[in-house]
T-cell receptor, first 113, second 114 residues
Framework: KQEVTQIPAALSVPEGENLVLNCSFTDSAIYNLQWFRQDPGKGLTSLLLIQSSQREQTSGRLNASLDKSSGRSTLYIAASQPGDSATYLCAVRAQGGSEKLVFGKGTKLTVNP | NAGVMQNPRHLVRRRGQEARLRCSPMKGHSHVYWYRQLPEEGLKFMVYLQKENIIDESGMPKERFSAEFPKEGPSILRIQQVVRGDSAAYFC????????????FGPGTRLTVT
């Protein structure tokens, strides 16, 4: 059974810092991995999708890497801003035809002005 | 192009009543997924549907919960005889097809059972 863990559960940083969020998964047989952002009381916004054959994806100040063999992904946020404050969720989709995403519990990020 | 739409955004039901949650996928998307987020928990998969078909309902509770995605109209998640433990945020996602496509999420319906 696939399990996804995100560490740390919460992170508070001053504005301008570069930071890394971690995601680990127990079964390396994944189809892809997706990073989301969730604002309080809101839905999920997809940030980056990494296919199993890819090593990383970049979008603006965000860079996500994937090491499938070790069961790890990281989300790197450069030059953090207060507007980046949100909960960041990692989700994996297993191989074998399953369409469902398995989510971690998220990392709650606070960027202080 | 409108995103995934869910309504109502907030729903309050008394114990024993029925809750009906609606989801309209993105234009052109024919695959719909329902997830539930309990307080302080991660999102959990419930069911995956294509038009008129339930493909995977492995995450659905065995009783009181049902889902449909008719040929016309939105997908419906129905919860009969709600209990306090059903209080949660219910999210719908859609994708273009099966395969390596992103799932796009709606804003969710927050169900409160009193």
């Amino acid at each position: 059974k696939q399990e996804v863990t995100q560490i740390p559960a919460a992170l508070s940083v001053p504005e301008g810092e570069n930071l890394v969020l971690n995601c680990s998964f127990t079964d390396s047989a994944i189809y892809n991995l997706q990073w989301f952002r969730q604002d309080p009381g809101k839905g999920l916004t997809s940030l980056l999708l990494i296919q199993s054959s890819q090593r990383e994806q970049t979008s603006g100040r965000l860079n996500a890497s994937l090491d499938k063999s070790s069961g790890r992904s990281t989300l790197y946020i450069a030059a953090s801003q207060p507007g980046d404050s949100a909960t960041y969720l990692c989700a994996v989709r297993a191989q074998g035809g399953s369409e469902k995403l398995v989510f971690g519990k998220g990392t709650k990020l606070t960027v202080n002005p | 192009n409108a995103g995934v739409m869910q309504n109502p955004r907030h729903l309050v039901r008394r114990r024993g009543q029925e809750a009906r949650l609606r989801c309209s996928p993105m234009k052109g998307h024919s695959h719909v997924y329902w997830y539930r987020q309990l307080p302080e928990e991660g999102l959990k998969f419930m069911v995956y549907l294509q038009k008129e078909n339930i493909i995977d309902e492995s995450g659905m509770p065995k009783e009181r919960f049902s889902a449909e995605f008719p040929k016309e109209g939105p997908s419906i998640l129905r919860i009969q005889q709600v209990v306090r433990g059903d209080s949660a945020a219910y999210f719908c996602a859609s994708s273009l097809t099966r395969g390596p496509h992103e799932q796009y999420f709606g804003p969710g319906t927050r169900l409160t059972v009193t």
